[in-house]
């Protein structure tokens, strides 16, 4: 008998409408919420991402750092030690050690002593006429 009824009809079906009507509304919240969360959570993927690079990259960047470091103290060490300033003396300042003989090529003084020489052989008053005449 209610079912014929008209006012029992039209309170039923406006209350189930307005039932179905906050569902899909309760739906569209939660998908909202859900989108929300979901592009929230993928940013901070992408930002975390981004920071792992930027850690790779440093630590490759530390390690080469401290290679280099390594190499300067190598050197460092080299450059204090005996074997370095003996060399740098013998390149630098042609210094030898006490035993070590020096010789050098006939180029260097060849010509210079054949000239001394000659001037030696000649008489004092020859040699004082050259050299103001």
Known sequence: MNKLNPVYMAYNNTGS????????????????????????????TASLFKRG???????????????????????????????FLEQEARNSLGLTKEETVLILPEDVFGKEEINNDSKNQLSPWRQWWELFF
């Open 17 to 44: 409408a307005s039932v179905s009507t906050v569902k899909k509304v309760l739906q569209i919240l939660l998908l909202l919420f859900l989108v929300f969360v979901i592009v929230s959570l993928s940013g901070n």
């Open 53 to 83: 690079l930027v850690v790779r990259k440093e630590q490759q960047e530390l390690e080469s750092l401290r290679q280099t470091n390594e190499q300067l103290k190598a050197r460092l060490d080299y450059v204090k030690s005996d074997q």
